[in-house]
């Protein structure tokens, strides 16, 4: 694959043969390739090129399943725009799901390294096909300079700051990528287009950032939309939906040792925070598979 005029074309005589797998978490779907014996070269750009809806296949990005020295497995993941992200909630359940239905890990506890560290998965069977999966997302980062986040502090709760020429009170979180949670009365009277590239790039977040629009429908249960760094909005994000949990939490909307519900677009997401970790647990789908020249 080459640019032409600022344009990606298929180089025929160079074409690859890719097989792939098309699965998603609530929605938030990927294009999935096993690389245990297969290497994908230019990754970046073959994300850009896939996950257009128009002129790929479609997908929030790509994921590539890669033999590990530590894990069972690994996962690199990489948004639609090329740029590759540290760890993603619904798209390693999906891993899971591939590597235990194709027999490559035929265990229902998985170790699975990211780029934020190995996670421990716990893995739901029915009818010989995992059906859900719980991931200890591991214990979240609230330190600005570690989310970052340009603000002084030693967490960032609910605090007003100017996005665009607008006043939010965000709450930061890094669940191995950096997040900013808004809590809303009414998150589906949002313009997320318009407000979620001002959040992305704004010079708070020196690596960009997640946005979560949250809304309190009752006791330990949310109704969430994010706009992703790199991919805008999607049907469901796994870290924000953990980010957002954990945020509720810190401002009193939830309990800590809890199951929260976590309404997204593509559906529900169950989160809970203890003191020491959090976990999320949902569906992994997959929706077909099919080969690609590149």
């Not at 998965?121 to 995992?130: F, H, R, T, Y």
Request: proline share 3%; aromatic share 6%; with cysteine.
């Amino acid at each position: 694959m080459e640019k032409v005029n600022g344009s990606k074309i298929f180089v025929n005589s160079f074409a690859m043969k890719l097989d792939f797998t098309k699965m998603h978490g609530c929605g938030n779907d990927y294009i999935y390739f096993n690389c245990f014996d297969a290497e994908i070269k230019s990754p970046e750009m073959l994300a850009a090129y896939l996950a257009d809806r128009h002129t790929g296949i479609g997908g929030d990005g790509i994921v590539l399943i890669l033999p590990s020295d530590i894990a069972d497995a690994k996962m690199r993941m990489l948004n639609a725009d090329g740029s590759e992200g540290g760890m993603c909630g619904n798209a390693i359940r999906c891993v899971a799901k591939y590597l235990y239905d194709n027999g490559l890990v035929k265990k229902t506890q998985m170790r699975i390294e990211t780029r934020s560290g190995v996670k421990e998965l716990c893995l739901s069977v029915e009818d010989s096909a995992v059906s859900s999966v719980r991931v200890n997302m591991g214990k979240p980062e609230l330190l600005p300079e570690k989310i970052p986040v340009n603000l002084i502090g030693d967490s960032i709760i609910a605090r007003m700051v100017v996005i665009g020429d607008a006043e939010y009170k965000i709450t930061c979180v890094s669940m191995g990528n950096p997040h900013a949670v808004v809590f809303r009365a009414d998150v589906d009277g949002i313009d997320l287009g318009k407000i979620g590239p001002l959040f992305e790039n704004d010079a708070l977040f020196p690596d960009r950032v997640n946005t979560e629009f949250v809304e309190i429908l009752g006791k330990n249960q949310l109704k969430m939309r994010v706009w992703e760094r790199g991919s805008g909005e999607t049907q469901a994000c796994g870290t924000g939906a953990c980010a957002a949990a954990v945020a509720a939490v810190l401002n009193g909307h939830c309990d800590k040792d809890t199951d929260i519900a976590v309404q997204l677009p593509g559906g529900q997401l169950v989160i809970c925070c203890t003191d020491d970790t959090v976990y999320m647990t949902g569906g992994a789908v997959k929706v077909f598979e099919g080969m690609v020249e590149a």
